[in-house]
């Protein structure tokens, strides 16, 4: 499934609060963190830089040692951070042992010894983003579903747990999207976690224009007899078979159909706001336009069945309405 997919991926976004007053640690935690995929990382030597830092900026997870300075200062951070950013995920790493599961009933999501080994460390970090960010998709969705709101705690994290919040919050914006209601603050949320779509740009930039066509077209979950009624057998077979040939250069020169197909796709991938599941939504919709002055071709029909017709005067008359536009 689409979301499960998504779901095992990394964070989009990656903002990395670290409070150590340690400059060795400080190091070797910014090229530890950047080499396993942050985007940014602050430091905070003091409570009050901590403080200021939260009260500024959204982090995606906080990294804190207990002792600051030569005083307990981790039940201080973790207070501030529940007023401040409450879904944000705080990894506790000390050298203090003793603190470690005070630190839990504190309200660490993760709290761990330092070691020279910093593998369990790291797992934490990557754990802890995710957690943010899946909180953060949660308070979004919970105006749109209802119903109590259950806290997501590290305890109660799973992949399961993920790919099940993942797929709903997908499945909600296809809803609201056809009945026509805001997505509010989950559109961000979900394209900070890296779950609005599946579309690859760097893959998709380095196809040649058969492939791309197979590829945008293979979110419209139609077959090759639609896109023979469309293109005519020779053109869709040449496209159908890029698929195999993805990332390679075309030989074969392309039919006038298949680019002008390739700009139509290009202009519903565009529409759906570069999420592909909302692009069979587009491409089947009657009236979307009835309300404009300057209609497409396709109005009262539908994209789809506007192209069914197997014209190539349809397409051409598409694109250039959709170049105008």
């Not at 709101?149 to 709903?168: G, H, K």
């Not at 492939?211 to 053109?235: C, N, R």
């Not at 990332?247 to 592909?276: F, R």
């Not at 069979?280 to 192209?307: C, T």
Request: aromatic share 8%.
């Amino acid at each position: 499934m689409a979301g499960s997919s998504l779901a095992s991926t990394a964070p989009a976004r990656q903002r990395v609060l670290v409070v150590e007053d340690e400059e060795a640690s400080r190091r070797r935690l910014e090229s530890l963190l950047f080499s396993v995929g942050a985007k940014q990382v602050k430091f905070a030597t003091t409570t009050k830089e901590c403080i200021d830092l939260t009260r500024a900026d959204e982090f995606d997870v906080a990294s804190l040692d207990w002792e600051l300075n030569g005083f307990f200062c981790g039940k201080i951070l973790l207070d501030e951070i529940a007023d401040s950013q409450r879904h944000l995920a705080t990894v506790v790493w000390t050298k203090h042992h003793n603190v470690l599961a005070a630190a839990k009933g504190w309200g660490a999501d993760w709290s761990l010894p330092k070691t020279p080994d910093a593998d369990e460390y790291v797992d934490a970090i990557q754990r802890a983003l995710r957690l943010t960010h899946s909180r953060r998709v949660l308070e979004a969705l919970h105006p749109m579903l209802g119903g109590p709101a259950c806290p997501l705690t590290a305890a109660r994290f799973t992949p399961e747990v993920e790919a099940d919040l993942c797929e709903r919050a997908r499945t909600l914006v296809l809803e609201r999207v056809q009945a026509g209601e805001p997505l509010g603050a989950l559109k961000q949320r979900l394209v900070d976690r890296g779950w609005w779509s599946l579309f690859d740009p760097t893959f998709f930039v380095a196809l040649d224009r058969c492939s791309k066509v197979s590829y945008l077209w293979s979110f419209l979950h139609e077959d090759i007899v639609t896109l023979q009624a469309i293109l005519g057998e020779d053109a869709a077979n040449q496209v159908a078979g890029a698929r195999s040939q993805a990332g390679g250069s075309a030989t074969a020169p392309i039919p006038e159909s298949v680019d002008l197909l390739l700009s139509v796709l290009s202009h519903l991938l565009t529409i759906a706001d570069y999420n592909e599941q909302l692009m069979p939504y587009y491409w089947n919709v009657e009236g979307l336009f009835a309300d404009s002055s300057s209609r497409p071709p396709w109005e009262g029909r539908g994209m789809r069945q506007f192209m069914l017709v197997g014209d190539l005067n349809a397409l051409r008359a598409s694109v250039r309405w959709m170049r105008s536009h």
